[in-house]
T-cell receptor
Framework: DTGVSQDPRHKITKRGQNVTFRCDPI?????LYWYRQTLGQGPEFLTY????????KSRLLSNRFSAERPKGSFSTLEIQRTEQGDSAMYLC???????????FGSGTRLTVV | GEDVEQSLFLSVREGDSSVINCTYT??????LYWYKQEPGAGLQLLTY?????DMKQDQRLTVLLNKKDKHLSLRIADTQTGDSAIYFC???????????FGGGTRLMVKP
């Protein structure tokens, strides 16, 4: 069990560019979540997968944000036409059962310049 | 809707007990969690409590839940400098597919 892995750790991009982040959950966890954390705030829920099905996506911040989990294993989060306000830490988490809590990755820090 | 609130800052001396408080609004929350975040790192699950429990103890950590007042607290006994971090409480929605976090309490432990 190597925990939840996120790649890259840091991403600097110019405004208007597209970015994609990857998350590899703990292998036996069927639930996967994306959160966004801005400076000085708690994490904010974005979307949730159970296996390959995206069961909750109403909290995605705009239609520029999309997420996939094609084979029910790793997931990607894409932001199109990035804006400076997208600068934040993007956290991925996975779980087997909510009773055990979620295991978070170390996050991808996005800076839009 | 869901809302979770915490005080921003707590300072204690090494060896003292720390108590971090949290209030939440969703009465249907079934699980409540405490997470720890160190600078530049992700969130580490410290402990959780099921809503039909009043108290849970795990080594130096004690969680108290007052469901009537929707108040949750985390007590850290014998606080160490390594406990300095930001502590987040979070509630799970009824479906268990989303956590709502508070804004975090920064704990500073002075030697």
């Amino acid at each position: 069990d190597t925990g939840v892995s996120q790649d890259p750790r840091h991403k600097i991009t110019k405004r208007g560019q597209n970015v994609t982040f990857r998350c590899d959950p703990i292998s036996e966890h069927n639930r996967l979540y994306w959160y966004r954390q801005t400076l000085g705030q708690g994490p904010e829920f974005l979307t949730y997968f159970q296996n390959e099905a995206q069961l909750e996506k109403s909290r995605l911040l705009s239609n520029r944000f999309s997420a996939e989990r094609p084979k029910g294993s790793f997931s990607t989060l894409e932001i199109q036409r990035t804006e400076q306000g997208d600068s934040a830490m993007y956290l991925c988490a996975s779980s087997r059962d909510r009773a055990y809590g979620y295991t978070f990755g170390s996050g991808t820090r996005l800076t839009v310049v | 809707g869901e809302d979770v609130e915490q005080s921003l800052f707590l300072s204690v001396r090494e060896g003292d007990s720390s108590v971090i408080n949290c209030t939440y609004t969703d009465s249907s929350s079934t699980y409540l969690y405490w997470y720890k975040q160190e600078p530049g790192a992700g969130l580490q699950l410290l402990t959780y409590i099921f809503s039909n429990m009043d108290m849970k103890q795990d080594q130096r950590l004690t969680v108290l839940l007052n469901k009537k007042d929707k108040h949750l607290s985390l007590r850290i006994a014998d606080t160490q400098t390594g406990d300095s971090a930001i502590y987040f409480c979070a509630e799970s929605n009824n479906a268990g597919n989303m956590l709502t976090f508070g804004g975090g309490t920064r704990l500073m432990v002075k030697p």
